[in-house]
């Protein structure tokens, strides 16, 4: 198989793949506000998985770029998809163009998804931890029955509705 096609097939499953990464990040977006972490926890290691294999590819998409470095005596480290697609004899040029203007619109959809996710978790906790400060706080001095040691404290015996004075 061609340089150029083999890395047409993994652009293609690149982009597959973070089509599929969006969706997980739309159902996680709607999990944190729903604050399921069951959930959220199911969905995390689909994820996760789904990482991984966009990483496999990323490492052979390498490998190919390094081959076509290589072979177009270019330094592959530098070597972008963008130069890729201008060289001489690339059969598959068109594609690979759709591929880069997919991907480009894919990882800026995912880096928006990402710092939406990042602020809805941050302002969850932020809520979770008011409403525990909340539920925890002391009660006012005047109307506890107990002191700041926590020994009950001296009530008066006088009461609204009974005169104690005759």
Do not use: C
């Not at 599929?20 to 069951?38: A, F, K, P, T, V």
């Not at 070597?79 to 880069?100: A, D, S, V, W, Y």
């Amino acid at each position: 198989m061609e340089l150029f096609e083999q890395l047409d097939r993994l652009v293609e499953k690149k982009t597959v793949h973070y089509g599929q990464l969006i969706d997980l990040l739309n159902e996680e977006w709607r999990h944190i506000g729903d604050s399921d972490l069951e959930k959220l926890e199911a969905l995390l290691v689909r994820k996760e998985a789904l990482l991984i294999t966009i990483h496999e590819i990323n490492l052979q998409r390498e490998q190919v770029v390094r081959a076509i470095g290589e072979q177009f005596e270019i330094d592959p480290v530098s070597l972008t998809l963008k130069e890729i697609i201008r060289l001489p004899g690339n059969t598959h040029r068109t594609r690979l163009q759709h591929f880069r203007r997919v991907l480009r619109s894919q990882i800026d959809t995912i880096n928006r998804m990402n710092q939406t996710n990042r602020k809805l978790v941050r302002q969850s906790a932020r809520t979770v931890k008011e409403s525990i400060d909340y539920l925890v706080e002391p009660a006012p001095q005047q109307f506890s029955p107990y002191n700041p040691k926590g020994d009950v404290a001296d009530v008066p015996l006088e009461g609204r509705m009974v005169r104690t004075s005759a």
